[in-house]
């Protein structure tokens, strides 16, 4: 008997140092590598943060998180105008994300008893889905409009699946951007009755979500729809939509300038929110009790949160800990940027001007895309953290009664108990993986011109007016009666 309780107290101690050299020593570098990939993309280095991802595949992603590495791997490539690997790489995505999604169920006993995190990550729903604008926009840059409008459709049909799966009650139903840039692709192709249809919805859903779309409405848009309206010869849909936004247009006046092509540059601006841990902790003992309710947003007050968690379970008689992941927002400095088109001289005779001056404006949310996707989902998983942590709670009062009728040891016992208190603090933890490298928005600046070549000076500014920084833009070619699609990044 002795040898046996000898044995159990060497058994608890070792879990309990386990778990605290864990602690200790397992401070996480994920967010390290993050901020130097995002240096990197704010500096334009894409060779070298394709590189350090490559370089991280196993250390960063591994397994688990393989569908983040083709995520990351998938919009890099796209930052840098490599659109065909970006295909490849998304697409690997995407077949990846069918099927971890499939198996999830398969790992769902583990997850639950000890963290979500043991799970390969499949992506948030949204995530899937943006795996598809890409792709359609991969698709669109490289001037392959019908598979641009395959993408597009595949977006479609997944936000109609959430909506069944969610019973309606889903606030990500519909995406106005993509229905946005599917109108231009049919615009582009002259299919304007297909056109129309899709700026329509677009304008819907700007209109009637604004719990995601809380920016204005993109004027180009609506100007648009009404020129298409005049081309098909739609009056009445044209002066609905005329009237209802006060727009101001003449039937007989608006029309297209078939001598014009058109730029449309595609600005992808911050970052795209980061998952923190939520906390709730209830610790009590004789004649004293703790309850918490924290949200720990970096490596560092992590630590000491966890530090602090784990020292109230060895003092505490009992205690209850949960973790729900929630979305915080990026911070941005720009707001908009002013674009200015200059003319490319053709010759020694002749000179640079100024043709136009447009600003950008906003046409893709995803930071709220992102905040209101996770709150649609947030219930089920706090009701699966809160049922993982009442049987990690339930398991540490039976071993401690277990132990009551089979030893006297009084230090073995308690070196039992904490043992499993610690284990069950320090594998409380939600799941914070998510696709860091999306934009944190998508704007536009649209304008027509006339055939030729032209270079693009950016300077972005923040809410203040201030300028932030500035870029340049060479060699765009617009071309007559058609559109040019230009993509640029900022990180900052």
Known sequence: MLIKYS?????????????????????????????NLKTLIKTDN???????????????????????????????????????????????????????????????AMSFLISDNVKSYYGEDFERIFINVFQSLNFLMLGEYENALVEARKVDHKLKTLKVNYGNKNVYKEDAFVRYITGLIYENEREYNDAFISFRKSINEYTTNNLIYSFSMPTDLLYRSCKVAKKIGFRDEFEEINKKYNLSLFWD?????????????????????????????????EGWAYVGSVEVGNDAKSDVEKAGRIARSIASEEQFVVAFPKFVTSDSQISYAKVDIYTVPVSTNEFSYLVSSVDTFIVEDIDSIAIKSLEDRIASIRIKSIARATIKYVLSRAISAELEQKTKDEFTKWLAKKAVQVASTATEKADKRSWRTLPKNINFAVENLPPGTYKLELKFYNNANQKILSKTIDNIKITKNKKTFVTIRTGY
């Open 46 to 108: 894409y060779p070298k943060a394709i590189s350090l991802l490559k370089e991280n595949k196993e250390k960063e992603y591994g397994e688990k998180n393989l569908l983040l590495y083709y995520l990351d791997e998938g919009i890099l490539s796209h930052y840098s105008c490599n659109f065909q690997d970006s295909i490849i790489s998304l697409s690997k995505a995407e077949k990846l994300a069918e099927e971890l999604y499939t198996k999830s169920i398969s790992q769902e």
């Open 253 to 285: 006046k608006i029309k297209y300038d078939t001598n014009l092509g058109e730029l449309i540059l595609i600005h992808y601006n911050g970052f795209a929110p980061y998952k923190i841990d939520h906390f709730i902790e209830v610790s009590f003992g």
């Open 7 to 35: 044995i159990l107290r060497s058994l608890s101690l070792s879990i309990l140092f386990f778990y605290l050299l864990m602690f200790f020593t397992g401070c996480a570098t994920q967010l390290t590598y993050y901020n």
